[in-house]
């Protein structure tokens, strides 16, 4: 197994702080070496004081190009969107001048949208410069969840499609995801959780194998890509 390079904090604050310095740090290697940078993040509650924290950065943030690991098939204006939430919490004050390519297409039907999704990754996004899994109590990241019919396809590294559509039987909305391949494409990649639950979860995760019912291991259990775990 690939090395997972794993940083415990005990207090939010320095988790952020430590967090956001890897990230930035990571994101303007990537401008001097190329000239632009891509970041993809992930929704739920646990990345908002980071993306806070993010915004205020001084960075050559119009070199930087935003996009989703996922994102709930919703208009974007609704709160429930991923889109949306990056767009409040993140692309603001210094991160404002940041580009954002979204995964949602208006009048699309998702399965449609796929490819539509993965072309507009790969042409405008791709490589990923820096990657932000988060993990949920019931051990999904991006919007892989357990037990998922769509799961051998999203995992299989022959599959190099960006994009998959996928119908949660355990979470509401129709979801666009990364693919395993294409999350493992990324230079760097960041697991952030928080909170005593996270932690045990995480604890059986890297303790056991199967894919399928902790979709999060076919991220933290391979030996393609070293994985910065920070987490409270």
């Given at each position: 197994?690939?090395?997972?390079?794993?940083?415990?904090?005990?207090?939010?604050?320095?988790?952020?702080?430590?967090?956001?310095?890897?990230?930035?740090?990571?994101?303007?290697?990537?401008?001097?070496?190329?000239?632009?940078?891509?970041?993809?993040?992930?929704?739920?509650?646990?990345?908002?004081?980071?993306?806070?924290?993010?915004?205020?950065?001084?960075?050559?943030?119009?070199?930087?190009?935003?996009?989703?690991?996922?994102?709930?098939?919703?208009?974007?204006?609704?709160?429930?969107?991923?889109?949306?939430?990056?767009?409040?919490?993140?692309?603001?004050?210094?991160?404002?001048?940041?580009?954002?390519?979204?995964?949602?297409?208006?009048?699309?039907?998702?399965?449609?949208?796929?490819?539509?999704?993965?072309?507009?990754?790969?042409?405008?996004?791709?490589?990923?410069?820096?990657?932000?899994?988060?993990m949920g109590t019931d051990a999904h990241t991006a919007s892989l969840f357990p037990e998922n019919i769509k799961l051998e396809e999203a995992f299989d590294l022959k599959n190099q499609n960006f994009c998959i559509a996928i119908e949660p039987t355990t979470a509401p909305y129709t979801r666009m995801s990364l693919t395993r391949w294409a999350i493992l494409g990324a230079k760097h990649i960041y697991?952030?959780?928080?909170?005593?639950?996270?932690?045990?979860?995480?604890?059986?995760?890297?303790?056991?194998?199967?894919?399928?019912?902790?979709?999060?291991?076919?991220?933290?259990?391979?030996?393609?890509?070293?994985?910065?775990?920070?987490?409270?």
């Amino acid at each position: 197994m690939m090395s997972r390079s794993v940083h415990a904090f005990n207090e939010q604050k320095a988790l952020i702080e430590a967090l956001s310095q890897s990230i930035l740090a990571n994101l303007q290697k990537a401008i001097e070496e190329k000239g632009k940078a891509s970041l993809l993040v992930s929704g739920g509650s646990t990345p908002k004081p980071l993306f806070e924290k993010l915004r205020k950065e001084v960075l050559d943030w119009d070199k930087v190009t935003v996009g989703l690991c996922d994102e709930r098939w919703v208009d974007v204006s609704k709160e429930e969107s991923n889109e949306h939430f990056v767009k409040k919490y993140l692309l603001q004050e210094e991160a404002a001048k940041a580009h954002f390519v979204g995964m949602y297409c208006e009048d699309t039907d998702i399965y449609t949208a796929q490819k539509l999704c993965s072309k507009k990754m790969k042409e405008k996004l791709f490589p990923f410069d820096v990657l932000i899994l988060g993990m949920g109590t019931d051990a999904h990241t991006a919007s892989l969840f357990p037990e998922n019919i769509k799961l051998e396809e999203a995992f299989d590294l022959k599959n190099q499609n960006f994009c998959i559509a996928i119908e949660p039987t355990t979470a509401p909305y129709t979801r666009m995801s990364l693919t395993r391949w294409a999350i493992l494409g990324a230079k760097h990649i960041y697991i952030h959780f928080e909170g005593d639950e996270k932690i045990a979860v995480y604890e059986e995760a890297i303790a056991g194998e199967d894919m399928y019912m902790m979709p999060i291991r076919s991220v933290l259990n391979q030996d393609i890509k070293e994985i910065e775990v920070f987490y409270r």
